[in-house]
């Protein structure tokens, strides 16, 4: 059974820094398409960073590059998101997801629009506020 759960979340104050992990089961995330992905109050989901099974192709939202980085270890079956330089608007329950199978369409846009991602973690709130 495919399992991912978020950790890592909490307050943080705009400019600083958060790690967010999510630790798989129930498969190896270096044979999967795994990503994160947020939801801000009263906005729709969107995708952040995204990273290919295999070849670990990696796809980052436009607002995140530069600042946020995704990786995976593959021994502890965990997948990360480093975040620096955080701003309010970033406030959001942050998922992570995975699927074996992406439809047929370029990374980036299934990773933006979050199409094909079908296993879901239950989310970890992210806070940025003074």
């Known amino acids: 059974q495919v399992q991912l759960v978020e950790s890592g979340g909490g307050l943080v104050q705009p400019g600083g820094s958060m790690t967010l992990s999510c630790a798989a089961s129930g498969f190896a995330v270096g044979s999967y398409n795994i990503g994160w992905f947020r939801q801000p109050p009263d906005t729709e989901r969107e995708g952040v960073s995204c990273?290919?099974?295999?070849?670990?192709?990696?796809y980052y939202a436009d607002p995140v590059k530069g600042r946020f980085t995704i990786s995976r270890d593959n021994a502890k079956n965990t997948l990360y998101l480093q975040m620096n330089n955080l701003t309010p608007e970033e406030t959001a329950v942050y998922y992570c997801?995975?699927?074996?199978?992406?439809?047929?369409?370029?990374?980036?846009?299934?990773?933006?629009?979050?199409?094909?991602?079908?296993?879901w973690g239950q989310g970890t709130q992210v806070t940025v506020s003074a």
């Open positions: 997801a995975a699927t074996q199978q992406l439809p047929a369409l370029p990374f980036s846009v299934s990773c933006a629009a979050f199409v094909g991602y079908g296993h």
């Open positions: 990273m290919g099974s295999g070849d670990g192709v990696i």
